[in-house]
């Protein structure tokens, strides 16, 4: 393993106090319990609130802001944090109208957003995230995972919330944004959790992990390296089969996000773009909006997903309404 | 049971978690996501720097203290779900008046329901359960039968390897495992493997301290 390291207990809180400092314009960290608010806290809103294990940085604390989260739990490498520190963070960020959990459809991301919303003296809900579609939901399984998706989910809600709109609106949103989005990731190298020190999985340079998780979990098969036009080709045909799967229009306006996974550059991240938006467009979705880069992200992997989310009025008037985070800044 | 054996307890399980760190770590590569021993090791870890905290506390005290702990300390999924355990077994002690092995082993189980509520889970989908649940029944039914506590250490030790086991060709249908199908059958689960682990060590402090 080779990484930027001092020690790698300090890991996490060093890189928490570099990220605050960047950008102390914009918000705060917390430790002990440790979160993630804005600098200027909002009034008279549903507070959104999200979290989840740390390494897929930006998500979560890099969408703390005007327009978006209002508090952010990041847990340890991987892990999902813990139910002091959304108690915590509820507590700092709560404005009268309720608390809405933004969680991504893990177990224990699950689980402890459940217990802590348990223990919460306020009005609260919670969006899980599913929109992986390379775990096929059934029988065998817990469910989807949240993946890319959660971006905009985290966008429109945060831009709704904004509004003033209450807490059953802000649900009803998220939950119809995850329905109409499908995300789909593809590995071609392991990342490695700096405690393991260790790559997560062994990979050659002729294979590919089709469908992989944002924590290196395998996803539907290891499959032989090719050119990247057949690749696209595979998880373009996965996106619109899970569309069709959930009985949403065959065609209409999409926002098409190409998300790296840590190591991959951007160079790679566009020629995908550029053949998935042709290829989606030939399948009768046109591309109406775009967001292409390092938004939610597996540690040091290599590899991309590509998330499609099939618009209406309402998801795009709140996906382009103004927006200040470190993460991700347009219109203000 | 008080809370200086559940201080010896958590000794004994540290030490035997640290000391499989290579299996655990390696089984958890293979099907999971390469976190888990990390996270069991930070909960370990967090119950040894409050030992003397423990020290004066009830054992009823001495297991939701725990839990709670855990519950602040290792997140995951393994947080709430150890978390879950201590403080169910914590509240089956409490409604109880006495201490002896029949109250522990009903104790036990109901940690091990706990877990099972938290996690939405049963026996059979490649979990810790696999491991807890035999464990559970196997306990209640020996302590019931008023066997002696070498005769329930020796085959609970038996009946925790038959559960880790019992996991290998068991297709993952809750955690990270459950997105792989097929390929997850042939591998042991860490989480099994670490309960295994915990189990294998009381159950050796116990016989021990028994002769």
Partial sequence: MKKFLNDVEHMLTESLTGFATAHSDLVEVQFDPTFVTRKQKAQNKVAIISGGGSGHEPLHAGYVGAGMLDAAC??????????????????????????????????????????????????HATVYTSDDCA????????GRRGVAGTVIVEKCVGSLAETGADLAACKTLGEKINQRTSSIGVALTSCTVPAAGRPTFEITDTELEMGVGIHGEP????????????????????????????????????????????????????????????????????????????YVTAIDMAGASITACLLDNDIRRHWDSPVHTPALRWDM | MNSATINHAAAAIRSAILAHEADIECLDREIGDGDHYINIKRGCEAIASIEAELAPLSATDALNKIGMKLLSTIGGASGPLFASFFMGMSKSLKASATMNT???????????????????AQAGEKTMLDVLIPVASTFKQLADQGEPTS????????????????????????????????RAIGHLDAGAKSCQVMIEAVCDLVSSHSQ
């Fill in chain 2, 102 to 120: 029949l109250v522990l082993a009903q104790a036990f189980e109901a940690g091990v329901q706990a877990i099972m509520q938290r996690g939405k």
């Fill in chain 1, 219 to 294: 996803g539907r098969r290891r499959e032989t390296m090719r050119e990247a036009d057949a690749i696209v080709a595979d998880m373009v045909a996965a996106i619109v089969h899970d569309f069709k799967a959930k009985q949403l229009p065959a065609q209409g306006e999409i926002l098409l996000l190409v998300n790296g996974l840590g190591a991959t550059p951007l160079m790679e991240l566009y020629l995908i773009y550029n053949t998935a938006a042709r290829l989606l467009q030939e399948k009768g979705f046109s591309v109406a909006r775009s967001l292409v880069g390092n």
């Fill in chain 1, 74 to 123: 990041p847990g340890q490498v991987f892990t999902s944090p813990t139910p002091d520190q959304m108690l915590a963070a509820a507590e700092a960020v709560h404005a009268g109208q309720g608390v809405l959990f933004i969680v991504k459809n893990y177990a224990g991301d699950v689980m402890n957003f459940e217990m802590a919303a348990e223990m919460l003296p306020f009005e």
């Fill in chain 1, 135 to 142: 775990v096929i939901n059934s029988t065998y399984t817990t």
């Fill in chain 2, 151 to 182: 005769v329930i250490t020796t085959r609970l030790k038996i009946v925790t390897g038959e559960g880790l086991e019992s996991t290998r060709n068991m297709l993952a249908t809750k955690g990270r495992a459950s997105g792989l199908g097929e």
